[in-house]
């Protein structure tokens, strides 16, 4: 089901047509009435059992609403700064216990392999076709674009390894601007934007509108920044 090799990646340097982002995003505070700093550490941990859960494995099988959340949530676990084994991040995905793996005939077994399935297209596809990489948003009734649960799953699975991602949470860090198409559109536990609170008008809203165009794009330069530490870690 779970192969290493699915998670290699071909290494290639930061691409400078990602320099933009970084001209793009930075302007934060225009966008952001009262902008803060995002924790480096969970500030409200919850009890450890389906502390990150965002599907569990029978609406997974039943229905395709929770499909966005759990995208973004393997898109990150995929893109993001630190190899981890398939036990630590589908199980508080699905919000089951590692007994599951080893019981047929379940929704939770059923669920586990969709899930890797799902992990092994993404890395493949970030690994051999970038450009072709798409996230799974939520259509709104009027069929714009809701990149919000996608986002929302993404910063789920980096919650599993907040620390990790500190350097890009770090403001003053150039590479910021990488993760700010996704937590633009999230959410603390207190359903509070994470970036703070957007200042009202028709340019932000119009910005907040569009900017999910970029999530691709930078899913693919996340994954290119974070490569040399994250394979350096597994060695």
């Known amino acids: ?18 320099i933009g982002w970084q001209v793009r995003f930075d302007p934060l505070p225009l966008l952001v009435a009262q902008p803060k700093q995002t924790p480096t550490h969970d500030p409200n941990p919850s009890p ?5 859960r965002i599907v569990g494995a029978e609406q997974l099988m039943s229905s395709h609403s929770s499909l966005p959340m759990l995208d973004g949530y393997v898109a990150a676990i995929v ?18 216990d590692a007994d599951a793996f080893n019981h047929g005939g379940t929704p939770e077994f059923a669920a586990i392999p969709a899930v890797a399935l799902r992990h092994n297209d993404i890395s493949n596809t970030l690994s051999t076709a970038p450009d072709r990489f798409a996230p799974m948003h939520r259509r709104k009734p009027s069929r714009d674009v809701d990149p919000r ?3 929302q799953g993404f910063y789920a699975a980096m919650r599993l390894k907040l620390s990790a991602w500190a350097p ?8 910021h601007g990488l993760l700010l198409p996704i ?3 999230c959410r603390d536990d207190q359903a509070r934007p994470l970036l703070g609170p957007p ?3 028709r340019e932000t809203k119009n910005f907040l ?6 999530i691709p794009a930078a899913v693919e330069a996340l994954r290119q920044y974070w490569m040399p530490i994250r394979y350096a870690r597994a060695r």
Do not use: F
């Open 199 to 201: 200042r009202s008008g």
């Open 168 to 175: 890009l949470l770090d403001a003053g860090n150039v590479n």
């Open 183 to 185: 937590l633009l559109h």
């Open 48 to 52: 450890k059992e389906n502390q990150y």
């Open 79 to 96: 893109a993001g700064p630190v190899s981890m084994s398939p036990l630590d991040w589908i199980c508080p995905l699905l919000a089951i």
């Open 1 to 18: 089901m779970y192969n290493a090799a699915d998670n290699a990646a071909i290494v290639l340097p930061l691409d400078t047509a990602h």
């Open 149 to 151: 649960p996608w986002c």
């Open 209 to 214: 509108r569009n900017a999910h165009a970029d």
